[in-house]
């Protein structure tokens, strides 16, 4: 199409950070068809510096940074105005916090269509004042879309309309094109062919419960002194999970890796993912796990037993349960071929997780909604 014809799609969001929510919005991007559509994204603080901002530049996506200050900026709801109004986009799509500050753009571009992706579980999802836009806005002004069942199933609960379940996509690619690479990663970093790995992705933050997860690992490397944790991530309580490891005696055995651009590679190196999750919605990490081939334990909160099933493709322990964790761990561990059985069907079951998927929902959304006369047309799925 003509650059003049393409349908214009504004993504607003706080920041691209390095979590799974960042990781959809780069994605839709990226996959969106060029000629069809023109793609912007209006993020409310400075850039971070993150890959993800990265490649969107190399692909010349234009993202708007609106500098907003710590804790209430009221300068946000002019420049979020302000950026609507001069993009003059079809569709308006936002995640996470960004509803107060985008309050009254949605309701100056009343003819335009506006989705807002839920990418957690409700009560969790948003603050007070975020709820409260929620309620204003939800069912007429703008459409939430729920990431899994668990979360729709939130959203009608706590707002009282329906959402359309359409789940995150990650690029299989890459993970992929990683899966001989076991070797050499684990040469460069030291790590020897005979140790059982378990990785885990994901911010160092309490939803995470990486602390349970420490405590849990600290029985598997007593009983498996070839068992080794990598922890892939950072965030503010580093300082803390490493004095953790330190007081439970177990640092030789874990390797705080940081914010990694390698990511396909350090699960190409593992044997197992875990996750120890207080609350998700459909963490990115785990269907990235799972699309390595690794068998996967985690915590059975929000979306993850959407994704993993019980004893097929990984392992599920009830929130919070330490014992039950280092036993699904001891039992990879000790069992390499329940561990290949695993991952193996896990790499069959992520074949669904593909980002094309992702990106044709997403793009028949926006297209059933234009062609309503720019109202709301989805209401269900």
Not at 75 to 92: A, M, T
Not at 140 to 151: L, Y
Not at 279 to 304: H, Q, R, W
Request: with cysteine.
């Amino acid at each position: 199409m003509p650059p003049a014809e393409r349908l214009r799609v504004l993504q607003l969001l706080p920041e691209f950070g390095v979590g799974g929510a960042e990781m959809m919005v780069v994605n839709l991007m990226l996959h969106l068809d060029p000629e069809r559509y023109e793609v912007r994204a209006v993020t409310f603080f400075d850039p971070r510096g993150t890959r993800f901002e990265g490649e969107l530049a190399a692909h010349g996506l234009e993202v708007r940074y609106l500098g907003k200050r710590l804790g209430f900026d009221p300068r946000l709801f002019r420049r979020v105005h302000r950026e609507v109004r001069e993009f003059e986009p079809q569709v308006l799509h936002s995640h996470l916090a960004v509803l107060p500050y985008a309050l009254p753009a949605y309701l100056a571009s009343r003819t335009v269509p506006a989705f807002h992706t839920v990418h957690n579980l409700v009560e969790q999802e948003a603050d007070r004042a975020g709820r409260s836009a929620a309620r204003l806005l939800f069912g007429w002004r703008v459409q939430p879309v729920a990431v899994a069942a668990t979360v729709r199933d939130g959203v009608k609960r706590m707002y009282g309309v329906d959402a359309p379940v359409i789940r995150n996509g990650i690029d299989l690619a890459p993970l992929r094109a990683a899966a001989d690479q076991r070797s050499a990663w684990r040469r460069a970093t030291g790590l020897p062919d005979s140790a059982f790995v378990f990785a885990c992705v994901a911010r160092l933050m309490p939803q995470k419960n990486h602390a349970l997860l420490l405590a849990a690992f600290a029985g598997v490397a007593r009983a498996v002194p070839a068992a080794r944790l990598l922890l892939v991530g950072d965030g503010a309580l580093r300082q803390t999970l490493e004095a953790q490891a330190t007081a439970l005696g177990i640092t030789r055995a874990v390797t705080f890796l940081g914010v990694r651009d390698d990511v396909p590679a350090v699960l190409a190196a593992a044997d197992a993912f875990v996750l120890a999750s207080d609350f998700e919605g459909n963490p990115l990490s785990v269907m990235e796990a799972l699309a390595a081939g690794k068998p996967v334990i985690a915590t059975a909160v929000g979306g993850v037993p959407e994704l993993v099933t019980h004893e097929r493709n990984g392992l599920l322990v009830a929130q919070g349960d330490g014992a039950s964790l280092t036993a699904a761990m001891l039992g990879l561990a000790t069992s390499p071929a329940l561990a290949q059985r695993l991952g193996a069907a896990a790499a069959a079951s992520a074949v669904e997780f593909g980002v094309d998927a992702m990106v044709r929902a997403y793009a028949g959304l926006y297209s059933r909604a234009l062609t309503g006369g720019g109202r709301l047309t989805t209401h269900g799925q």
